[in-house]
């Protein structure tokens, strides 16, 4: 079979697929990308492999998957381009800074704190071959970290809690932890992937800080200039749509250039992109639906092919159940006690807590740079996809149980 039709069914696999899975889960409750994660592990060896070997091994050749990798990266430069131009502070964030700092530092460190203390019974069996210790526990603490601001902005928004206290301090918050989460994945991905040890991770940093003068001192007011002359319905030509995407895919070869990942310079670029709710709307009809209906799942359907079932043969399902405790108590009581710390009740604390729980396809992302890098091998990267997706199916329930279903209109304006 040549590599174009077999493109094209493999392509129609995974889509259906995705959009299947999707369907399920909205359903049952939950947000579709929930599903089409679960895709994923549905299309990988675990599932579709085990059920019918000799059509998956035809279907997903390797001489095949340099094609699929190819446009799952662009997929993710385009998705990581939309959040960095939606990650904006909310409405009413100023009143709320010091709440949600307390929430968005505690809701990284007490999850990276476990994440650390559980390395030292991951690692020796887990890590590949020649990753020491420190890259390793510090990776697991960034994955451990990790709050999907997109996913809970979803979750926010289905139960009409966007514009609520308790909504804007868990958006808030999250945006200040991905930061936080960000930043420490560069730099363990700078001193893993540098050969001239920290000499080298000093040269990337340096790379990423000149990059970053760049964008927020020179791309910043440029094309807030070239969208005020030629787009000020918010509407850009399609001449300067062409711009902004040259701007993302430049920015993301730098990062890759730099020994970093390209969804970095694809984030970097959308943020320094002016606030306007007209532009981020017309970003989403013309870049995140074509990134998320049909680029997205085919980095799902790659996630999945890299899952193997060994990784809860022997003393694998507990090393799973460990991962999963420090993910959800981390969050739970970092989240929890920050937003004590600021005032908040318990129940409105433990939902907050609950919110920042939320991991979904920014964990991905983050298990992708790490696969990617070689700080992780199958085995553990199935393992952090069943807890991302288990993390992202409980924060519903537990906003639930936590918040209840109909959010007070007193409290909510409070």
């Known amino acids: 079979m040549s590599h174009t039709p077999l493109l094209l069914l493999q392509l129609v696999v995974i889509l259906a697929t995705a959009r299947a899975c999707g369907w399920l889960l909205r359903h049952v409750g939950q947000p579709a990308v929930i599903g089409e994660m679960a895709a994923g592990i549905v299309l990988g060896p675990i599932v579709f492999g085990a059920a019918f070997p ?24 385009l998705f990581m381009f939309i959040v960095g131009a939606e990650l904006r502070a909310p409405d ?27 390395s030292p019974w991951l690692h020796p069996t887990l890590a590949p071959a020649g990753v020491g210790f420190w890259p390793f526990a510090l990776f697991m603490a960034t994955a451990m970290s990790i709050t999907a601001f997109p996913v809970m902005a979803r979750i926010l928004k289905d139960r009409g809690m966007t514009q609520t206290r308790l909504g804007r301090l868990a958006l808030s918050s999250a945006a200040i932890a991905d930061v936080f989460a960000w930043i420490m994945l560069a730099f363990v991905v700078a001193l893993i992937g540098s050969d001239e040890g920290y000499a080298g991770v000093a040269m990337t940093t340096l790379g990423l800080l000149v990059l970053c003068v760049l964008v927020f001192g020179a791309l910043k007011p440029l094309y807030a200039h070239l969208l005020r002359r030629h787009a000020p319905e918010g509407r850009p030509s399609l001449m300067l749509l ?39 709307r017309y970003l989403s009809e013309r870049v995140e639906y074509l990134a998320i209906v049909l680029l997205m799942p085919i980095f799902f359907a790659l996630a999945g092919l890299n899952t193997t079932a060994d990784a809860f043969a022997g003393a694998g399902l507990g090393a799973l159940l460990l991962i999963l405790g420090a993910a959800v108590l981390g969050k739970l009581a970092g989240g929890a006690l920050g937003a004590r710390v600021a005032g908040y009740g318990w129940r409105d604390s433990l939902a907050t807590g609950s919110l920042m729980n939320a991991r979904g ?36 329930p537990l906003l639930i149980l936590f918040a209840g279903r109909v959010v007070d209109p007193l409290r909510a304006q409070a």
């Open 54 to 77: 000799g059509f998956h091994a035809a279907l997903f050749a390797q001489d095949s998957l340099p094609a699929l990798s190819s446009l799952s990266t662009l997929g993710l430069v």
């Open 92 to 118: 009413g964030v100023r009143a709320q800074l010091k709440a949600a700092g307390a929430v968005g530092v505690l809701g990284v460190l007490a999850p990276m704190a476990l994440g650390i203390g559980i």
């Open 242 to 280: 062409a711009a902004m995407l040259v701007g993302a895919l430049a920015c993301a070869a730098l990062t890759e250039w730099l020994g970093l990942h390209a969804v970095f310079g694809a984030f970097l670029f959308g943020a320094c992109l002016p606030r306007d709710d007209r532009l981020l």
């Open 361 to 396: 396809l920014m964990e991905l992302i983050v298990m992708k740079v790490g696969l990617d890098a070689g700080l992780i091998g199958p085995e553990l990267f199935t393992m952090l996809l069943v807890m991302a997706i288990l993390t992202t199916v409980m924060t519903g």
